[in-house]
């Protein structure tokens, strides 16, 4: 290579380009359906997400769901599973099926010229879904098997006992639905869900793609007027504060590595002080190039990657971090952890880090809502919180006014060790008694 590229500095980064206004409808239908549509153009394709509330406590709620999702699209008004994914391939589109806490999700795409040809088609599901018996059980057995595999997974396990210290019996603490709800789930229990819980009132369809927004409303309407009726008022309590306290070992005898799951409150997308709070994250743990990584990947070697973010619900949001380590490592890679928290908690932030991570957030950002499957997913979570386009279009904006002292502001209010909950799943017996000089821990 030539000694004059190798000495050539990276030039500096230009002001991020202030983002194009994108053409928007909205109407919310009488039947409390409220439609999103925006235009973006350059590739021929519309995308479809119908966000629909399903937030319950009710403890049998995740497995009903769960294979209400896995079957809604196996069998509705004659139509069986094959039909229905005939009808959807031959409109050059594609359709699924997820849930989680907050909401199930119909999404996919489509070509736009066949936009109402797809709508059509949700439509159908979403009145006529029978899930048939056979269809249900073949479902049944498939979730079965991806919960047996699932939490064969040390960070699987993590993450569920974690989600359990922090959030209690409230419904976030449940990602998963448990084995034994799913397994006694029958086909006319998951009709009832559907029954319950599909209904328009509350609901929200994002569309964008290359189409003319006013049009795609009057073919929404159209296509969804027979969607009607409203979901029964449930009762789920408010997010409770995680407790902290000691660390807790889980035992996995014979494990070759150790998961560490830590979380703590979070502010909210809507927040003033979330992006300082954004920034701090993206310091400390949140791309390829922070604290955490530097220490405990780049210099010491102890694992692939940490990784630390913020989540977002409905009832609010959360800093969550995860890493997977050795077993003969696991104590020093604790305490190298503490170590870090302690110091973006107690010590200011530099400016260099600010401006750095400033660029990485406004770019991934505009990179993440480049597409129209990016933006429509966006606007879809957004909506959910009563958020919407001009959000993304100003968060840059807001990212760029955050100063240094703002971020180590944020940095000392959540990040302190002290105020996270933590869960480690390990080799007890090789782990506790390096874990228990560092800190105080129980073992589960």
Do not use: C
């Amino acid at each position: 290579m030539s000694p004059v590229l190798m000495s050539a500095a990276v030039p500096a980064l230009t002001k991020p380009r202030k983002a194009k206004r994108l053409a928007l409808a909205e109407r919310t239908l009488g039947t409390g359906l409220r439609v999103i549509v925006v235009r973006k153009p350059g590739v021929p394709l519309a995308e479809v997400r119908l966000r629909i509330p399903a937030l319950s406590a009710k403890p049998t709620h995740p497995a009903r769901v769960g294979l209400l999702a896995d079957a809604m699209l196996t069998g509705a008004d004659g139509l069986d599973r094959a039909d229905i994914a005939g009808s959807v391939q031959a409109l050059g589109g594609d359709l699924s099926v997820s849930v989680d806490a907050d909401r199930l999700m119909v999404g996919g795409n489509v070509l736009a010229g066949n936009l109402a040809g797809l709508l059509g088609v949700v439509a159908t599901v979403l009145t006529g879904a029978q899930y048939p018996a056979a269809e249900v059980a073949t479902e049944r057995e498939r979730l079965l098997e991806r919960l047996a595999i699932a939490r064969s997974r040390p960070g699987v396990v993590a993450g569920e006992a974690l989600g359990r210290r922090m959030w209690g019996e409230h419904p976030y603490s449940l990602d998963l639905p448990q084995v034994a709800a799913v397994a006694a789930t029958t086909a006319a229990q998951v009709r009832r869900a559907h029954a319950d819980l599909v209904h328009p009132h509350g609901a929200t369809l994002v569309i964008v793609g290359d189409v003319s927004p006013a049009r795609v409303l009057d073919q929404a309407e159209e296509a969804l007027a027979g969607w009607t009726g409203s979901q029964a008022a449930g009762r789920v309590p408010a997010l409770p504060a995680p407790p902290g306290g000691p660390l807790l070992v889980v035992d996995r005898p014979g494990s070759v590595q150790s998961s560490l799951r830590m979380g703590g409150a979070a502010l909210t997308r809507a927040h003033e002080r979330y992006p300082a709070l954004q920034l701090a994250n993206l310091i400390f743990g949140g791309y390829f190039s922070s604290r955490w990584t530097e220490n405990i990947r780049e210099d010491k070697g102890y694992t692939y990657g940490p990784h630390s973010r913020i989540d977002h619900h409905v009832l609010g949001s959360s800093l969550m971090f995860d890493v997977e380590v050795a077993t003969e490592v696991t104590a020093p890679a604790v305490l190298e952890t503490r170590y870090e928290l302690g110091r973006i908690a107690s010590l200011p932030v530099t400016a260099e880090e600010v401006e750095s991570v400033r660029q990485y957030a406004i770019g991934t950002l505009a990179l993440s809502t480049a597409t129209q499957a990016g933006l429509a997913s966006t606007l879809s979570a957004l909506a959910a919180v009563g958020l919407g386009l001009d959000w993304v279009l100003e968060h840059p904006a807001r990212l760029a006014a955050v100063g240094v002292d703002e971020v180590s502001a944020a940095a000392a209010e959540f990040f302190a060790p002290a105020r996270l909950t933590s869960v480690i799943v390990g080799d007890a017996g090789t782990i506790s008694a390096p874990l228990a000089a560092l800190a105080a821990i129980e073992t589960a």
